[in-house]
């Protein structure tokens, strides 16, 4: 029996499940999470989204963009004054809800600070200025299920809120009509487009990697799962957890029962889509005579030196492509990651040119690898871009072009993105 026909008998059990009894408990915390861990490509994918955000709260490029955020709030911040705070908040009168770590009262001396829950435009202009006020992936934060958080164990609310509440609309309130009327701040004026914009840059990256991806990847409902098997069955390092809940009776809800069954069977369509997609790669039909898929894989978000290129989904067989030509200018690989870039943020767009574009639609297609791949199966040439009604270069639609980063790969395959250059 193969690994899709096996975990299709493990989503036929569950959904045949009417009762949250032993024999459920043991079918998911036992049978099911045991045969996961049993194969190495099933292991490897579950724990790759389970542990996303724990291991992105530890990424040194994460960390990076992180601090990037904060040293562009900083420059922001010097284009207004304390006594520009102060005036701003005679004549708005009012306070802002605090969101970032200052909220919370630190322990002095036995004694815990009373909670600062409001924030005037003075004390906040005060407190955007200490790095130490704002809260990063994996520090110990509160939780907020209300407010979208997606994880029990690293939570993203704190970090988004403390952005869209407290930043953002600091910036909105003191610099809502600060050059209206105002000639002599045009050099000012620009300071502060531009860093917005650099701002934006890095929080549609940060919004990408804590939110977006998580969700793809349906890391709340394989977090849940994994909690649920450590209560259903004692788990080396989880013992608390299941000599706390595994006797709470309460817990054992119709509505629990269902959310427990929508979980595990998550995690278990998204397993099957591995092994199909990596596993058990289908085979093109002879009528099938174009490409299915495009992916552009980089390092980072914003690729340095080289991007590899994936032609229907085989990981086992990147193509290398540089990000910079002799002259050191973006190649025609590069201007077709930014235009497939999944978000639209600020130095993404690409105007239209006939010769960038013949250069995607074409040159693409004669690197011998690309070239000999497309003979092999027979496939037709097709056009990846074409030019948009407001005159950039957008996708045409014919084949999916995706953007794709190395750590989300199949695991198996990532030895092969060794980026030389660096």
Request: one cysteine or more.
């Amino acid at each position: 029996m193969t690994l899709k026909e096996k975990l299709n008998v493990f989503r036929e059990k569950i959904n045949r499940a009417t009762a949250f009894d032993n024999s459920f408990e043991q079918l998911l915390g036992i049978e099911l999470y045991d045969f996961i861990h049993a194969n190495n490509v099933l292991k490897n994918e579950f724990y790759r989204r389970v542990n996303y955000l724990k291991n992105l709260a530890e990424d040194k490029d994460f960390k990076l963009l992180q601090d990037n955020l904060f040293q562009v709030v900083q420059k922001i911040l010097k284009l207004t004054s304390l006594q520009e705070a102060q005036a701003r908040q005679k004549e708005w009168n009012r306070v802002l809800i605090n969101k970032l770590k200052t909220r919370w009262g630190r322990q002095k001396k036995g004694k815990r600070e009373k909670e600062k829950i409001d924030l005037t435009l003075p004390e906040l202009y005060l407190a955007l200025q200490k790095k130490n006020s704002y809260y990063r992936l994996g520090d110990n934060s509160y939780f907020s299920p209300l407010e979208g958080e997606i994880s029990i164990r690293t939570h993203i609310v704190p970090i988004k809120k403390q952005y869209e509440v407290n930043v953002e609309q600091f910036f909105k309130i003191v610099f809502s009509d600060r050059f209206t009327n105002d000639k002599k701040g045009e050099k000012t004026r620009t300071q502060f487009d531009s860093l917005i914009k650099e701002y934006n840059d890095y929080w549609y990256k940060l919004d990408e990697l804590i939110y977006r991806i998580p969700i793809q990847l349906h890391l709340q409902a394989f977090e849940k799962f994994f909690f649920d098997c450590t209560e259903f069955h004692p788990r080396e390092g989880y013992e608390f957890h299941y000599d706390f809940l595994s006797s709470a009776s309460n817990r054992k809800t119709e509505r629990r029962f269902r959310e427990v069954k929508k979980n595990a069977l998550v995690v278990i369509d998204d397993l099957i889509d591995v092994v199909e997609e990596h596993d058990e790669p289908p085979k093109l039909q002879p009528q099938e005579n174009h490409l299915k898929s495009l992916h552009l894989v980089a390092h980072s978000l914003e690729p340095k030196d080289v991007i590899f290129l994936v032609l229907d989904g085989l990981y086992d067989k990147p193509i290398r492509c540089s990000v910079k030509n002799k002259s050191g200018y973006p190649t025609y690989i590069k201007k077709l990651y930014d235009i497939a870039y999944i978000v639209n943020v600020p130095g993404k767009r690409v105007d239209y040119d006939k010769r960038l574009a013949d250069c995607i639609n074409n040159g693409l297609f004669r690197k011998k690898r690309v070239r000999n791949y497309m003979k092999t199966n027979k496939l037709k040439k097709p056009t990846l871009v074409q030019k948009s009604d407001d005159n950039t270069l957008v996708l045409k639609g014919e084949v999916p072009v995706k953007t794709e980063l190395v750590k989300n790969i199949p695991y198996q395959h990532q030895s092969l993105y060794i980026d030389k250059t660096r």
